[in-house]
């Protein structure tokens, strides 16, 4: 008689994966997540109405004393209400801050990446460092991909396997330090990326909603991101030689220079880099004379360009300059751009990128404008910091534990836009109230949602790593999966969680700016 095979009884490692699994694959798609969610504001601000709920607190504006305000439910489904909302559906979606935003930057970035450019820098960088540097500089130039947006997320596990194999090391070591560095430090740059100005944009309608004080420009966060950078590039080379190489062995692999080049930049992408890089100087150059001297261009009337300024408010329109120029220098230079015809026709298809973002951006801009207009932002945020008050959680512990929900909630929803998009209306104001900034609580989101993007089994990318794992698979019957990925990643989470939030609390202590004129604390 035939014995049949015992089933291979799952870890509690793997039960807990899969479980992740099953429950983010019940969730709609964002574009339904956001209908869902505005027929519930809509159903809420009915019962709530009728119930009569209110709350009472303290309120201030410029430069009178706080007085007591009460605010109350309103029911939208009331005739007056929908006579607004169905007048004003179009200026809901077109006014909607993030959109604009989104747009112009992604035009600007879609250039740069469309003509070629980052992607030669980015193989420039890695193919030309020592080989005792390359995990360092692999991790560097993966955190600071995310200016080509997604697609940096695959070009470096991509280039980072291959220049693995032609040092005779480990290629998973290289796609799996990789891939770490693209995704688990995605929000992490020197530059400014259309992530910044994606996230502002949703901040800043969040904040509008209660009148909450302080900046929201793309570069509120920059100065702690650019640290971070170098802190991240650290921890991934450390996590990367001293536990992924220990489990993966780095050792008994032959060089293949071959594999070298295929990735190797051409003349033409060189002379592209070199013209890319003298324009790049004129724009810097012509920016900081409307800058530096007293009474220029971009200085407020008072002189100063921090925290508000010509300066700050334009960041969107001066990165898309720079963008559109240093692409189209970069373009002529290595011939993908042949006339001045061929930049809209590639801008074209960098927007391309973007046309996602616009379908889900319709129900996500509805369910903002509803849950504002429902009062819902103003008693959930005053309520929640009463209870935030009552519990005595405040400062520090208050970070760590909304880092750790965003940590949680990315392993279901792994849309960085689409999660903001519904916690920012509530977390904005009501940490507001607790004297957090608008910058700080967009800080914290960002460590929590960056942190986790390697772990998450819904995570777009997953696929893509287990495809470049099972092309470099040396042994044909070693298994590859998403337990492989998520097991060999998770290190990785730990650290950049753990120095991310380290670093952020370090800086909360010490009071310095997150970004350009934007405090931590209101």
């Not at 879609?110 to 420039?124: D, P």
């Not at 957090?436 to 696929?463: C, E, H, K, M």
Request: hydrophobic share 50%.
């Amino acid at each position: 008689m035939a014995e049949t095979a015992t089933p291979q009884k799952r870890t509690l490692f793997e039960k807990f994966i899969k479980g992740i699994e099953i429950v983010g694959n019940m969730l709609p798609h964002p574009f339904w997540l956001f209908v869902y969610l505005s027929l519930i504001v809509l159903g809420l601000s009915y019962y709530l109405s009728e119930a009569g709920v209110s709350v009472t607190y303290m309120a201030a504006k410029a430069g009178e004393a706080p007085k007591e305000t009460t605010v109350a439910v309103l029911n939208l489904l009331s005739f007056a209400e929908m006579r607004k909302f169905t007048a004003g559906f179009v200026s809901t979606y077109v006014n909607f801050a993030p959109l604009g935003l989104v747009m112009v930057m992604t035009l600007g970035i879609g250039l740069v990446e469309q003509s070629g450019m980052i992607s030669a820098l980015m193989r420039k960088t890695i193919l030309g460092a020592p080989s005792y540097m390359v995990t360092a500089v692999l991790a560097l130039v993966g955190i600071n991909s995310n200016l080509a947006s997604d697609a940096g997320i695959i070009f470096t596990p991509v280039i980072g396997g291959a220049v693995f194999k032609a040092l005779g090391r480990n290629p998973w070591v290289g796609i799996i330090a990789g891939f770490a560095a693209a995704s688990g430090g995605f929000t992490a740059n020197f530059f400014i990326a259309g992530t910044d100005a994606l996230l502002a944009g949703i901040t800043q309608s969040a904040a509008q909603g209660m009148n909450v004080p302080g900046p929201t420009h793309p570069l509120i966060n920059w100065y702690f991101m650019a640290v971070a950078t170098i802190v991240v590039m650290f921890v991934t080379t450390w996590v990367t030689e001293k536990f992924t190489v220990r489990v993966l062995g780095d050792s008994a692999h032959d060089k293949d220079s071959d594999e070298l080049l295929k990735h190797a930049v051409t003349p033409e992408e060189n002379r592209g880099l070199r013209f890319s890089a003298v324009m790049a100087v004129l724009v810097i150059g012509v920016l900081l004379y409307l800058i530096l001297p007293e009474g220029s261009f971009f200085r407020a009337d008072d002189g100063t360009i921090v925290p508000r300024s010509p300066f700050l408010s334009s960041i969107v329109a001066i990165l898309f300059f720079l963008f559109f120029f240093v692409g189209i220098a970069y373009g002529f230079g290595a011939g993908t751009i042949k006339k001045m015809d061929d930049v809209p026709k590639l801008m074209q298809k960098g927007l391309s990128g973007g046309l996602s973002f616009m379908v889900v951006v319709l129900p996500a801009a509805i369910f903002v404008q509803l849950f504002n207009a429902s009062r819902l932002t103003t008693v959930l945020a005053v309520n929640g910091a009463h209870w935030l008050e009552r519990m005595n959680l405040g400062g520090i512990p208050l970070l760590i534990m909304f880092i750790l929900l965003c940590t949680f909630i990315n392993l279901f929803i792994t849309s960085g836009s689409a999660k903001w998009l519904i916690l920012a209306p509530i977390f904005v104001p009501m940490f507001s109230i607790v004297g957090f900034s608008p910058a700080l609580t967009q800080v914290a989101y960002r460590i929590g949602d960056s942190s986790s993007n390697i772990i998450s089994p819904l995570s777009y990318y997953v696929p893509v790593i287990i495809g470049l794992l099972e092309q470099y698979r040396s042994d044909p019957d070693t298994k590859v999966g998403i337990g492989t990925v998520i097991s060999l990643e998770m290190p990785y989470t730990i650290a950049y969680l753990i120095c991310f939030t380290a670093l952020l609390i370090a800086w909360y202590l010490l009071g310095i700016p997150l970004g350009p004129g934007a405090s931590a604390l209101l």
